[in-house]
């Protein structure tokens, strides 16, 4: 069986509490920004890269201690793929977007609108822990530029 791993983010600003951005993809759900790892690159790096080709936002700070791994089966024409996705916790002041031609729409929502707006529930958990983590730790101030 085929398998695909990827490294996406969960990005928040505060306005003053955390917003979270989701994207709307153009097969109808929504989810967090993510992508496929590219040779030569760390969870990371891609995670980042991602980030600024989906969204244009290029300057975020990743918050220390959360990385949450989901693995999850789908069909592609057909084809059953064992998908890996690492996601990353990460903090931002641009509110502007400028989304990628993957997407037809995002919105900046808070906690509880946020998991309603969510498709996946294994996307709504990672929401959940990323949320509970934010109430413990404070982003780690190093600016991931």
């Not at 992508?35 to 790096?45: K, L, M, S, V």
């Not at 980042?48 to 791994?69: H, M, N, P, W």
């Not at 031609?101 to 946020?114: M, N, R, S, T, V």
Request: charged share 25%; with cysteine.
């Amino acid at each position: 069986m085929p398998r695909e791993i990827s490294a996406g983010v969960i990005l928040f600003r505060r306005a003053p509490e955390p917003h979270y951005v989701l994207l709307h993809y153009g097969s109808g759900h929504w989810d967090f920004p993510k992508g496929h790892i590219e040779t030569g690159e760390d969870a990371q790096q891609t995670a980042k890269r991602e980030l600024k080709e989906e969204t244009g936002i290029s300057e975020a700070c990743f918050v220390d201690g959360y990385k949450q791994t989901l693995r999850y089966f789908f069909r592609h024409k057909g084809i059953g793929i064992f998908k890996t996705v690492i996601y990353f916790l990460a903090e931002t002041d641009q509110s502007e977007i400028s989304l990628s031609h993957e997407h037809i729409g995002f919105d900046w929502l808070p906690y509880d609108l946020a998991m309603a707006r969510l498709t996946f529930k294994n996307s709504r958990d990672l929401l959940v822990k990323a949320h509970e983590h934010l109430q413990t730790v404070q982003p780690s101030g190093q600016d991931d530029r």
